[in-house]
């Protein structure tokens, strides 16, 4: 149990496109779900916190109007990185708690390289 | 702030040893830590929650402790195997219920 899906796992955009990034929770509902991302090499490192039915929680210095996320069901919370830039090039990886238990599952993580 | 730290970036041991990864925090008392385990270009993968009234939580070969005077976790892999080769995160929940991840250790099983 505990499956966290991601889609797509890789993605290739021009500058100045959209991405939408998918995480789902496979077998178990999710009220939070977080998005990162990962630079080579470096930890991970928290953007948003993402709760079922309201508007996300953004770290400082994560601008919430080029990183949209929306956590429309209690399975699924949508990442859309918009108008990407080359250094928006990351690895982005989501995870999901269980209600009610301190363990958060990762996904597979999204590859993203804007050209 | 609150900080987690993983001193060692690597570690390289022989296979069959037992491996020891620290992690140390400081400015925060955690209720819990949790270790994860990370391949390339993967996302982690849980691997033991402890709490802070446990002092040690075992799982196969992996051992966890716990010291909340020294404000320490230790992670023991022991007879260690290259496949168990990958980065290991150490992570705690904030007073603001987010995930605080360390930098990683990165384990090197040599045959």
């Known amino acids: 149990g505990a499956v966290v899906s991601q889609h797509p796992s890789r993605v290739i955009c021009k500058s100045g496109t959209s991405v939408k990034i998918e995480c789902r929770s496979l077998?178990?509902?999710?009220?939070?779900m977080f998005w990162y991302r990962q630079f080579p090499k470096q930890s991970l490192m928290l953007m948003a916190t993402?709760?079922?039915?309201?508007?996300?929680?953004?770290e400082q210095g994560v601008e919430k109007d080029k990183f949209l996320i929306n956590h429309a069901s209690l399975t699924l919370s949508t990442l859309t990185v918009t108008s990407a830039h080359p250094e928006d090039s990351s690895f982005y990886i989501c995870?999901?708690?269980?209600?009610?238990?301190?363990?958060?599952?990762f996904g597979p993580g999204t590859r993203l390289t804007v050209t | 702030s609150q900080k987690i730290e993983q001193n060692s970036e690597a570690l390289n041991i022989q296979e069959g040893k037992t491996a020891t990864l620290t992690c140390n925090y400081t400015?925060?008392?955690?209720?819990?830590l949790q270790w994860y385990r990370q391949d390339p270009g993967r996302g982690p993968v849980f691997l033991l929650l402890i709490r802070e009234n446990e002092k040690e939580k075992r799982k196969e070969r992996l051992k966890v402790t716990f010291d909340t005077t020294l404000k320490q976790s230790l992670f023991h892999i022991t007879a260690s195997q290259p496949a168990d080769s990958a980065t290991y995160l150490c992570a705690f929940y904030s007073s603001a219920s987010k995930i605080i991840f360390g930098s990683g250790t990165r384990l090197s099983i040599r045959p």
């Open positions: 995870s999901a708690r269980r209600t009610g238990k301190a363990e958060q599952y």
């Open positions: 400015n925060y008392s955690p209720a819990y």
């Open positions: 993402s709760n079922e039915g309201s508007k996300a929680t953004y």
């Open positions: 077998d178990f509902q999710a009220t939070t």
